[in-house]
Every structure is written in C-alpha cells, then in structure tokens.
C-alpha cells in the first residue's frame, strides 16, 4: 500500500486536504470518489509525481518498462503554441463527434482513438492521443483533459468531472455541445452585423485622409492666388487648418492615437481600469445595451449548463466568475458567490451589482424557491439569447444610416466651406 496525499472538492465547493492509502493512483483516486469529493491535486506521499490533473501519461512502450529510452519532448505550452491554437468550431465537432459515440455504446477509450485517426489539426491530434494515453493508463477523462488547458477550458474540465461522477458523460457532452454552438452563433451574428459598419467606417476615413492631404490644400493654394490676403469664410478656414492639421502633423495624431491605444490596454490590464472600461461599455450608448444583454445570456447560460451538469453551485460560480470576460460582472458574481457561501440567496448581490434587471432576479428567486434554478438560468439564457437576435438586428439597421448620414454632413461640410470663397471669387469677377 502506499499513501497519496490529496487536494478536493466537496459538494459545496469547499476545499479538502487528506491522505489516503491506495494499491496505485487510479485506485486512489476511486477512493476519493466515493466519499463524494472531486480530486484536483494527488500526488503520491515521498515520491517525485506529477498531479492527477495535470500528469502526462508515459507512453505505452515506456510503461511496459522495454528497455531504456531517451525522448526530447518541448514544453507542452510551447508544443501547442507553435502547431497551432484549436478553434471553437473544432472543439465544438469534437464534442458533439464523442457524445454520439459515448452515446452509442462505444468505451470511451476507443471513442478518442477513432476521433484521433480523423482529426487533421496537428496540436489538437497530439492532444487526444495524449488524452487517449492518459484514460489508457488510469486516469479519468477529466484529468487527461485538463492536461491541455489551452484547449479545454476549466468550465469544460468541470463539466466532463461532473459527468463521469454521475456516469451520464454522454449526455453532459452533447450539453456541452450545446452550449458552444449557441454561444458561437452569438458571437457569429455580432460580427457579422459588425462588419458592414466596419467596411463603411473605413471606406469614410480613406475618403477624407485624401480629400484632407490632397484635395483641400490644392484649392487653399486656388484661394491664397485669387483672393490674396483677403479672410476666408470661417467654416473654410477651419475646414483648412484641420487639413493642415492632417498633412504636416498626421504622423503626431496617428502617434497619439496608437499612445492612447497603449495607455488604454495597459489600463486594462489593472483591477480598477478594467472595472472602469467595462463599467463603460456596459452604459456606452447603442452597444452598451448589446453588450450587458450578450453578457447576462451568457452568465446564465455557462451557470444554468454547470448546475444541470451536477457542478457544485460554488465551483460553478467560480468558473462563470474566470470566463465572464466583464470585471463588473465577475465582481458581481463574486458577491454572489461570497453569499451562497454564508447560506444566503443570491438575489441580494445581483440586486446590489446593479447590472441584472428586475426580471431576470426575479426570475432566479423563484427557481432558488422551487429548487428549479438550473432550469430557470436556461429559461433566462434562452430569452436574452432572442432579445441579442433582435438587438443585433436593431442595431445594424441603426448604424448603417447613422454612418452614411455622418459621412454625408462631413462631406457635405468640406464641400460647403470649399464653395463658399468661390462664390465670393466669381462675385469679383463679375
């Protein structure tokens, strides 16, 4: 017998530390199970050895203990990094691939090897036949995992622990599946309603750099020759100076512009600037209300899939907190989190952050009072879901009129103030 010193979770997400004795790691780790804790750390007493979640399986040859063999192996980090980062859409396959499978009969062992010989990105190849080794030699799905985090996100880490813990890995799969093609179709109709806006945003700004640079200071040299040292109209002479603003210093605004750029991320980069950036997407006029419905979706969406996947609710709000992307919102789920752990209901700091509405705390009260929160988080995720359709459709019919109205005052501007001495020269001559 040899002992396996051990870090886990309980069902509330409290944290654990004990010793155990076990014949090898996968014994011990079916031990730890059965008292109703979630491993994170093990590692045997006295000996040099990885952790549960994060050990790299020994190669089949090696562990058969044939001979002595030297492999040079780069980082893990720096093997993914240069084969390439496995898009959402890959591991969205992927998932939805293995839950058909797991769901079909098939051990998942021979599920990933089958998955392994038809997977065509090279990083994300070596990953499954690494986790294949992982679950060959004893190790849970979970963990093997978990050995990639540049793949697998600790919320999908959590959620494929809870599955196997529960014995429905299958269905938590096709869950998690779930989940990643509803958020991915979020994020596709964003950018795409993004896009036209865009072309046009720039289409403008190329117009007048060059009526700025090229244009203008051909007629200021027309109107210095015709009109000599005769005051132009003030609207002319501000559309002027702003060329010559743009043609001697364009180097200087483009250099404080790529300085405010810097200073802004390095702010981000900060607790209190990232609080206070996104504080202000969140009341930006137009896109702030996108934003904050897009964030509450996916908030209840990753902690309504958590909870029905059987993650404790405070591992689950842990995660949601790591992967909200909105510090105002990880703060507020913080508090919430600090509540359900004193024994309290989470209405009170969602009521507090004040970036829930009525209806949606509302609605979590009941679900905590009819013990139908999972269910009621996917009932909030899928309303917010069509309110961003029809957000995102709003707003790209308002944006689209609003740039050509603005590109058309601009231009309609230069060729006012351009026009206005002329009058006054052909006034003159006759």
């Known amino acids: 017998m040899a002992k396996f010193r051990y870090v886990a979770l309980d069902a509330k997400g409290r944290e654990t530390q004990d010793v155990v004795d076990a014949e090898n790691e996968a014994k011990a780790v079916a031990l730890i199970r059965s008292r109703g ?90 990953a499954i036949n690494g986790m294949a080794e992982a679950v060959e030699s004893g190790s849970t799905f979970a963990e093997a995992a978990a050995q990639y985090p540049r793949i697998f996100s600790t919320f999908f880490v959590n959620m494929v622990r809870a599955g196997e813990a529960s014995g429905a890995l299958d269905t938590v799969l096709t869950r998690l599946a779930e989940f990643m093609e509803k958020s991915q179709r979020i994020r596709n109709k964003v950018k795409s309603a993004m896009v036209y806006p865009i072309v046009v945003l720039v289409m403008a700004v190329t117009i007048l750099t060059v009526m700025m640079v090229f244009v203008i200071p051909k007629f200021r040299e027309i109107f210095e020759d015709l ?22 210093h364009g180097g200087y605004v483009l250099a404080a512009l790529v300085a405010l750029t810097i200073v802004v991320r390095l702010l981000a980069r900060t607790k209190t600037g990232r609080r206070v950036l996104d504080a202000a997407k969140l009341r930006a006029p137009i896109f ?23 993650v404790p609710i405070l591992t689950a709000l ?88 603005m590109l058309a005052l601009i231009v309609g501007t230069i060729v006012i103030a351009m026009f206005l001495p002329m009058v006054r020269i052909i006034g003159k001559i006759a």
Request: net charge neutral.
């Open 37 to 126: 804790l979630f491993p994170t750390t093990i590692a045997e007493v006295g000996a040099r050895r990885p952790t549960a979640t994060t050990k790299a399986a020994a190669p089949a040859a090696a562990r058969k203990g044939r001979g002595l063999q030297t492999e040079i192996r780069l980082p893990r980090f720096l093997a993914e990094f240069m084969q390439g980062r496995v898009k959402t859409k890959q591991l969205m396959v992927y998932t939805r691939q293995l839950a058909t499978l797991v769901n079909a009969g098939l051990p998942l062992l021979r599920g990933l090897h089958i998955l392994q010989r038809q997977e065509k990105h090279p990083g994300f190849r070596a």
């Open 227 to 248: 009109l000599g040292n005769e005051p132009l109209p003030a609207l002319t002479q501000a559309v002027i100076n702003a060329s010559m603003l743009v043609a001697h």
């Open 288 to 310: 702030g209300e996108l934003i904050r419905k897009s964030s509450i979706a996916n908030f209840t969406r990753t902690l309504g899939t958590l909870l029905t996947g059987g």
């Open 318 to 405: 842990n995660i949601v907190r790591d992967i909200t992307g909105n510090a105002v919102l990880a703060r507020a789920v913080q508090q919430v989190h600090d509540s359900v752990k004193e024994g309290e209901t989470m209405v009170t700091p969602l009521e507090a952050s004040g970036v829930f509405p009525d209806m949606v705390i509302s609605m979590i009260q009941v679900g905590e009072e009819t013990g139908a929160l999972p269910d009621m988080l996917m009932k909030i995720a899928e309303t917010y879901d069509n309110e961003v359709d029809s957000a995102v459709e709003a707003l790209t019919s308002i944006i689209e009129p609003i740039l050509i109205i």
